[in-house]
């Protein structure tokens, strides 16, 4: 039997989600989903991850699952096509993390990059929670639990597919083989895998103010574009300028398609000799702002409208996800009877161990 194809992703709910989520995992799975190449995608709402470096903000973490299912659904995430769920409403993934955690040793928990940067982000150096130490566990639980074998993701999460890769071989050379090792699918293009901020910093978060969110009115998008950062030695218009490090270009490098040109800027054929004239000198930032604001308005607007189309009934969605969860559950639970009769916990439906005992003592 050929091995069926399975993707899976989720999102922390922390926040409304944002362009750089979008370009870099959001937009990639709803072409997958509809790619009619995978036989299932999964899509859920990492709530329970969220908790364990929010355990004392429960409340913006629950303010937070509608919204992020509001951007799924906005962005084209279709409860036909995908299942989408609450982690937390699945208890067989703590089951899972409980018996994968028998399989790592703190010092390679230790060694994660991604968790390093966050522990010093959180300023956990000092006491760090288990829960947090450990989600790189529970991770792999999260993406084995649905047998997934491809996870579009950014790049900051690559520790962790490689983590759970580690994981299953660990577990199938123990125990025999039972589980799939999955691939992490990064964006192909450069600049989505991991957009600036608005201001030029590295990454857009919600705490530095340097987002565009998928929820953003149109008019908000406009002058965070307005305002965005560029190249701080191109003051007059006659100056050269720097393509290295300009937010604006890099948005475009995202965004960017042939057809825009003939949409929104006729007298230049390509991005590349928009670049140029830029590098060259005589090109102003505003120009290629309003190109790049023109852009983002196109590719934003339908999503803002299907938004506010889904924002009204607000129950549906949750009935929705309700339904999600259901499903979610019996793939969730399939797996760990198998996890289970791997590791031989499965007392019960072992009719052969209980017969073979009986024998065993009955002969003493
Ligand atoms: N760690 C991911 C994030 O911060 C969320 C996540 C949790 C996830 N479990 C996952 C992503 C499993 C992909 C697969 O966004």
Redesign the pocket.
Known sequence: MEKKKII?????PTGKLHIGHYVGSLKRRVELQNSGLYDKTFVFI?DA?ALTDNIDNPEKVRQNVIEVALDYLACGLDPMKSTIFIQSQIPELCELTFYYMDLVTVSRLQRNPTVKTEIQMRNFEASIPVGFFTYPIS?AA??TAFRATT?P?GED?EP?IEQTREIVRRFNHIYGETLVEPEILLPDNAACLRLPGTDGKAKMSKSLGNCIYLSDTADEVEKKVKSMYTDPTHIKVSDPGKLEGNTVFTYLDAFCRPEHFERYLPDYPSLDELKAHYTRGGLGDMKVKKFLAAIMQEELTPIRERRKEFEKDIPAIYDMLRKGCEAARETAAATLDDVRCAMKINYFDDEALISEQARRFAEK
Not at 8 to 12: C, E, F, H, S, V
């Open positions: 899976l992703t989720g999102d922390r990492a991850q991770q999260d993406i996870v993701v999460q962790m």
